[in-house]
């Protein structure tokens, strides 16, 4: 009556209504949420999990300590983002091409202008995951730090400058123009442009200024407190919505694994907890066929063991298996498998054609 009840996969609460209109038994509800939570096939087809609250990053003590980079397209090319954490100032470089050859050239450039920061963040895709960035980073003395593969939120602060910068540029005639304005627009809260945080200074752009403002001034000695403020403010308005904090995951769970955001699937593969990795919120997992993935913890959720169990399937007979070749063939036939021109290594030799046919001489009649 179990799986009558759950034959059309309806959920817990569904499958309780269900079976509270025509049927009752002593512990039905448990009885169903065993039976629901145990199915493969419910397992398999989930909603996405809640968002969690806002894990906001540490701003930098000095300029240019942290940035973040990300590759993004406009109208049909290629371009770097790089961001500073301290003071938001990003550059968009246009790229040729996006091999890592070109895109370490690009930020050898940026950091011949801005120094070499000590901490690098960034996605799992290429070219930042080849072996020559790797070499890039340790050539600099720089921190190599991704995200989890599918989530962008972890380098978020690329992904914003990538928005804001596509913003721009729309409405724009000037790319370069806009830039520069956008870089000397005080900040909210800070009262200091981006290229003040990083630079010390103003750079003059289209307004009229005073010869006074575009001298060079120390920041106050609060700026810290008030960046950190703007993060605490931030992590208050964002936790305001539905979020929860999921629960920790330890080595040996069992999971489903989301499909990924471009994915056509969408079915959640089973999986299991196999290592817990120094990023929060971030774990690898290991699947059936024994391939490793690392994953946020978003996109996990735990389940039941019965749940994650495969389900038994028949073998598929072997297509070159004994029971499906002609055994009646004449003794003088040819595999088909033979390619044009292998003959037998009996004599005399006889053709044998591209699709496996022996060229026989025809018999005639002596007179």
Excluded at 116 to 139: A, T, V, W, Y
Excluded at 165 to 174: A, F, G, I, M, P
Excluded at 276 to 290: D, G, T
Aim: aromatic content about 8%; hydrophobic content about 30%.
């Amino acid at each position: 009556m179990l799986k009558v009840i759950n034959e059309l996969h309806l959920g817990i609460v569904k499958c309780k209504q269900r079976a509270r209109e025509v049927m009752y038994w002593p512990a039905m509800n448990t009885a169903i949420e065993e039976e629901v939570r145990n199915c493969s096939k419910c397992a398999t087809y989930q909603n996405k999990q809640s968002r969690e609250p806002l894990k906001p990053t540490n701003t930098p003590e000095i300029p240019y300590g942290e940035v973040g980079c990300d590759l993004f397209d406009f109208e049909q090319k290629k371009y770097l983002m790089i961001v500073d954490y301290h003071s938001r100032y990003f550059d968009a470089i246009e790229l040729k091409s996006t091999t890592t050859s070109a895109v370490v050239n690009a930020m050898k450039v940026t950091f011949s202008c801005h120094g070499i920061p000590m901490k690098l963040r960034s996605d799992n895709g290429p070219p930042f995951n080849s072996r020559e960035f790797h070499l890039f980073c340790n050539q600099y003395g720089i921190q190599h730090t991704t995200s989890s593969p599918h989530f962008q939120s972890s380098n978020g602060e690329a992904e914003r400058a990538i928005q804001t910068v596509k913003k721009l540029w729309r409405k724009s005639d000037d790319k370069y123009l806009s830039l520069l304005n956008y870089r000397t627009t005080p900040l909210e809260s800070v009262n200091l442009s981006p290229a003040q945080l990083l630079m010390g200074r103003r750079p003059r752009n289209n307004l009229p200024t005073r010869t006074e403002l575009l001298k060079s001034r120390n920041a106050g000695p609060n700026l810290s407190q008030q960046m950190k403020d703007i993060k605490e403010k931030q992590k208050f308005y964002y936790d305001r919505r539905h979020v929860k904090e999921l629960p920790r995951l330890d080595i040996g769970d069992q999971v489903r694994v989301a499909p990924p955001e471009t994915s056509n699937t969408k079915e959640w593969k089973p999986a299991t907890v196999v290592e817990q990795h120094k990023q929060p919120r971030s774990y690898v997992v290991e699947f059936n066929n024994n391939q490793r993935l690392r994953r946020n913890r978003k996109h996990l959720r735990r389940t039941n063991p019965n749940a994650n169990r495969a389900p038994e399937m028949e073998p598929e007979p072997d297509s070159a298996s004994d029971s499906e070749i002609d055994t009646h063939e004449p003794p003088n036939t040819v595999n088909k498998h033979f390619s044009k021109g292998v003959v037998l290594a009996d004599s005399p030799k006889p053709v044998v054609t591209s699709s496996g046919r022996v060229v026989r001489k025809p018999n005639r009649l002596d007179l």
